[in-house]
Protein backbone atom coordinates (compact mmCIF):
# COMPACT_ATOMS: atom_id res chain seq x y z
CA UNK A 1 0.00 0.00 0.00
CA UNK A 2 2.26 3.01 -1.49
CA UNK A 3 -0.71 5.58 -0.45
CA UNK A 4 -2.04 7.83 -2.88
CA UNK A 5 0.26 9.81 -5.09
CA UNK A 6 -0.34 13.40 -7.31
CA UNK A 7 1.88 14.68 -9.76
CA UNK A 8 2.59 17.27 -10.42
CA UNK A 9 3.21 18.52 -6.79
CA UNK A 10 3.34 22.08 -7.82
CA UNK A 11 2.49 23.96 -10.92
CA UNK A 12 2.75 27.45 -12.02
CA UNK A 13 1.54 28.96 -15.49
CA UNK A 14 -0.26 31.70 -16.58
CA UNK A 15 -3.65 32.62 -17.21
CA UNK A 16 -5.54 30.94 -20.04
CA UNK A 17 -2.97 27.98 -20.42
CA UNK A 18 -4.33 24.44 -19.88
CA UNK A 19 -3.09 22.16 -16.83
CA UNK A 20 -3.77 18.35 -16.09
CA UNK A 21 -3.07 17.02 -12.88
CA UNK A 22 -2.42 13.07 -12.54
CA UNK A 23 -3.89 11.33 -9.20
CA UNK A 24 -2.57 7.33 -8.86
CA UNK A 25 -5.33 5.70 -5.90
CA UNK A 26 -4.39 3.27 -3.78
CA UNK A 27 -4.21 0.08 -5.86
CA UNK A 28 -7.23 -1.51 -4.72
CA UNK A 29 -9.59 1.60 -3.91
CA UNK A 30 -12.15 1.76 -6.76
CA UNK A 31 -13.57 5.04 -5.35
CA UNK A 32 -11.76 8.26 -6.37
CA UNK A 33 -12.63 12.11 -5.11
CA UNK A 34 -11.34 15.58 -6.37
CA UNK A 35 -11.36 18.23 -4.23
CA UNK A 36 -10.24 22.07 -4.02
CA UNK A 37 -8.76 23.70 -1.21
CA UNK A 38 -8.49 27.57 -1.19
CA UNK A 39 -6.22 29.33 1.62
CA UNK A 40 -7.99 29.36 4.95
CA UNK A 41 -10.62 27.19 3.96
CA UNK A 42 -11.10 23.29 4.08
CA UNK A 43 -11.32 21.48 1.10
CA UNK A 44 -14.21 21.70 -1.11
CA UNK A 45 -15.54 18.90 -3.10
CA UNK A 46 -15.50 18.82 -6.80
CA UNK A 47 -16.32 15.38 -8.45
CA UNK A 48 -16.22 11.51 -7.58
CA UNK A 49 -15.66 8.67 -9.43
CA UNK A 50 -17.03 4.65 -8.92
CA UNK A 51 -14.66 2.68 -11.03
CA UNK A 52 -14.34 4.54 -14.69
CA UNK A 53 -17.91 6.19 -13.80
CA UNK A 54 -17.76 9.41 -13.09
CA UNK A 55 -21.33 9.93 -10.70
CA UNK A 56 -21.02 13.19 -9.59
CA UNK A 57 -20.03 17.12 -10.08
CA UNK A 58 -19.92 19.83 -7.97
CA UNK A 59 -21.18 22.89 -9.38
CA UNK A 60 -18.08 24.46 -8.73
CA UNK A 61 -16.87 22.13 -11.39
CA UNK A 62 -17.43 24.74 -14.48
CA UNK A 63 -16.86 23.87 -17.83
CA UNK A 64 -13.54 24.59 -17.99
CA UNK A 65 -12.67 21.24 -16.00
CA UNK A 66 -12.54 17.78 -16.84
CA UNK A 67 -12.06 14.79 -14.92
CA UNK A 68 -11.34 11.29 -16.38
CA UNK A 69 -10.63 7.64 -15.02
CA UNK A 70 -10.29 5.79 -18.15
CA UNK A 71 -9.75 2.58 -17.00
CA UNK A 72 -10.60 2.72 -13.07
CA UNK A 73 -7.54 2.90 -11.94
CA UNK A 74 -5.69 6.19 -12.16
CA UNK A 75 -7.55 10.14 -12.67
CA UNK A 76 -6.78 12.96 -14.45
CA UNK A 77 -8.44 16.94 -13.58
CA UNK A 78 -7.96 19.15 -16.54
CA UNK A 79 -8.51 23.05 -16.35
CA UNK A 80 -8.60 24.55 -19.45
CA UNK A 81 -8.12 28.29 -20.22
CA UNK A 82 -6.96 29.17 -16.51
CA UNK A 83 -7.95 32.05 -14.51
CA UNK A 84 -6.30 33.38 -10.88
CA UNK A 85 -9.23 31.80 -9.20
CA UNK A 86 -8.41 28.58 -9.80
CA UNK A 87 -5.32 29.13 -8.11
CA UNK A 88 -5.58 26.17 -5.21
CA UNK A 89 -4.71 23.31 -3.55
CA UNK A 90 -6.35 20.77 -5.89
CA UNK A 91 -6.35 17.44 -3.42
CA UNK A 92 -7.29 13.52 -4.35
CA UNK A 93 -8.84 11.46 -2.08
CA UNK A 94 -9.43 7.58 -3.26
CA UNK A 95 -12.05 4.84 -0.96
CA UNK A 96 -12.20 1.26 -1.03
CA UNK A 97 -15.27 -1.37 -0.90
CA UNK A 98 -17.65 -2.22 2.19
CA UNK A 99 -17.21 -0.23 5.47
CA UNK A 100 -13.61 0.98 3.77
CA UNK A 101 -15.53 3.19 1.68
CA UNK A 102 -16.40 5.42 4.32
CA UNK A 103 -12.59 6.48 5.13
CA UNK A 104 -10.87 8.68 2.59
CA UNK A 105 -7.26 8.79 1.85
CA UNK A 106 -5.98 11.98 0.78
CA UNK A 107 -3.23 12.70 -1.20
CA UNK A 108 -0.12 15.64 -0.95
CA UNK A 109 -2.28 17.84 -3.37
CA UNK A 110 -1.38 19.63 -6.28
CA UNK A 111 -0.43 23.54 -5.66
CA UNK A 112 -1.65 25.07 -8.57
CA UNK A 113 -0.63 28.73 -9.47
CA UNK A 114 -2.44 31.04 -12.01
CA UNK A 115 -0.51 34.65 -12.86
CA UNK B 1 -20.77 25.22 0.85
CA UNK B 2 -19.11 24.21 3.79
CA UNK B 3 -21.34 22.03 6.57
CA UNK B 4 -18.94 21.74 9.06
CA UNK B 5 -17.63 24.88 11.47
CA UNK B 6 -14.89 24.46 13.74
CA UNK B 7 -14.29 26.02 16.85
CA UNK B 8 -12.03 27.63 17.87
CA UNK B 9 -10.55 28.42 14.54
CA UNK B 10 -6.79 29.32 16.13
CA UNK B 11 -5.60 27.18 19.07
CA UNK B 12 -1.97 28.14 21.26
CA UNK B 13 -1.54 25.86 24.16
CA UNK B 14 2.06 24.47 25.87
CA UNK B 15 3.55 21.19 25.08
CA UNK B 16 1.54 18.30 27.54
CA UNK B 17 -1.49 20.91 27.85
CA UNK B 18 -5.22 19.15 26.08
CA UNK B 19 -6.52 20.72 23.24
CA UNK B 20 -9.82 20.48 22.75
CA UNK B 21 -11.43 21.48 19.26
CA UNK B 22 -15.47 21.76 18.73
CA UNK B 23 -17.52 21.23 14.96
CA UNK B 24 -21.12 21.77 14.31
CA UNK B 25 -22.94 20.86 11.57
CA UNK B 26 -26.31 21.65 9.79
CA UNK B 27 -27.44 18.43 8.33
CA UNK B 28 -28.35 15.25 9.28
CA UNK B 29 -24.83 12.69 8.91
CA UNK B 30 -23.68 9.08 8.12
CA UNK B 31 -20.57 9.52 9.96
CA UNK B 32 -18.02 12.72 10.86
CA UNK B 33 -14.47 12.18 10.42
CA UNK B 34 -11.57 14.05 12.03
CA UNK B 35 -8.41 14.77 9.90
CA UNK B 36 -4.74 16.62 9.98
CA UNK B 37 -3.58 18.97 7.74
CA UNK B 38 0.32 20.06 8.64
CA UNK B 39 1.52 22.90 6.70
CA UNK B 40 0.25 23.05 3.26
CA UNK B 41 0.33 19.12 3.13
CA UNK B 42 -2.57 16.72 2.07
CA UNK B 43 -4.78 15.81 4.62
CA UNK B 44 -4.64 12.56 6.74
CA UNK B 45 -7.65 10.57 8.93
CA UNK B 46 -7.36 10.70 12.42
CA UNK B 47 -10.52 9.07 13.33
CA UNK B 48 -14.38 7.92 11.96
CA UNK B 49 -17.54 8.22 14.66
CA UNK B 50 -20.90 6.90 13.10
CA UNK B 51 -24.14 9.04 13.82
CA UNK B 52 -25.00 5.94 16.37
CA UNK B 53 -22.12 6.13 18.26
CA UNK B 54 -21.20 8.88 21.37
CA UNK B 55 -17.72 8.34 21.88
CA UNK B 56 -14.67 7.09 20.47
CA UNK B 57 -10.79 6.82 21.83
CA UNK B 58 -7.91 6.20 19.41
CA UNK B 59 -4.68 6.76 21.54
CA UNK B 60 -4.56 10.20 22.50
CA UNK B 61 -7.66 11.48 20.85
CA UNK B 62 -11.16 11.20 22.05
CA UNK B 63 -14.00 12.56 19.91
CA UNK B 64 -17.47 12.68 21.02
CA UNK B 65 -20.46 13.17 18.79
CA UNK B 66 -24.61 14.96 20.00
CA UNK B 67 -26.70 14.01 16.81
CA UNK B 68 -29.10 16.20 18.95
CA UNK B 69 -27.07 19.39 18.59
CA UNK B 70 -25.13 18.51 16.00
CA UNK B 71 -21.83 18.49 17.01
CA UNK B 72 -18.79 16.85 18.12
CA UNK B 73 -15.44 17.36 19.72
CA UNK B 74 -12.07 16.66 19.28
CA UNK B 75 -9.80 16.11 22.43
CA UNK B 76 -6.14 15.61 21.97
CA UNK B 77 -4.25 14.89 25.34
CA UNK B 78 -1.02 15.27 26.38
CA UNK B 79 0.02 17.16 23.26
CA UNK B 80 3.33 17.25 21.25
CA UNK B 81 4.79 19.84 19.24
CA UNK B 82 4.65 17.45 16.22
CA UNK B 83 0.44 17.70 16.59
CA UNK B 84 1.09 21.26 15.47
CA UNK B 85 -1.54 21.24 12.31
CA UNK B 86 -4.83 22.09 11.01
CA UNK B 87 -7.71 19.87 12.06
CA UNK B 88 -10.50 19.44 10.12
CA UNK B 89 -13.98 17.75 10.48
CA UNK B 90 -15.66 16.15 7.46
CA UNK B 91 -19.00 15.37 7.21
CA UNK B 92 -20.72 12.18 5.34
CA UNK B 93 -24.30 14.04 4.73
CA UNK B 94 -26.98 11.03 4.98
CA UNK B 95 -28.90 12.65 2.09
CA UNK B 96 -25.71 11.83 -0.35
CA UNK B 97 -26.69 8.81 -1.30
CA UNK B 98 -24.00 6.28 -1.93
CA UNK B 99 -21.22 9.05 -3.40
CA UNK B 100 -19.78 9.45 0.46
CA UNK B 101 -18.36 12.74 -0.74
CA UNK B 102 -17.06 14.69 2.22
CA UNK B 103 -18.28 18.30 3.03
CA UNK B 104 -15.30 19.98 5.70
CA UNK B 105 -15.05 22.94 7.64
CA UNK B 106 -12.76 25.93 7.61
CA UNK B 107 -10.48 24.18 10.65
CA UNK B 108 -8.81 24.54 13.21
CA UNK B 109 -5.31 25.70 13.79
CA UNK B 110 -3.28 24.11 16.67
CA UNK B 111 0.07 25.25 17.83
CA UNK B 112 1.42 23.08 20.24
CA UNK B 113 4.52 25.19 22.04
CA UNK B 114 7.54 23.34 23.16
Known amino acids: DTGVSQDPRHKITKRGQNVTFRCDPI?????LYWYRQTLGQGPEFLTY????????KSRLLSDRFSAERPKGSFSTLEIQRTEQGDSAMYLC?????????????FGPGTRLLVL | SQQGEEDPQALSIQEGENATMNCSYKTSINNLQWYRQNSGRGLVHLILIRSNEREKHSGRLRVTLDTSKKSSSLLITASRAADTASYFC??????????????FGKGTLLTVNP
Open chain 1, 93 to 105: ASSGRGLARETQY
Open chain 1, 49 to 56: FQNEAQLE
Open chain 1, 27 to 31: SEHNR
Open chain 2, 90 to 103: ATDAESGGSNYKLT
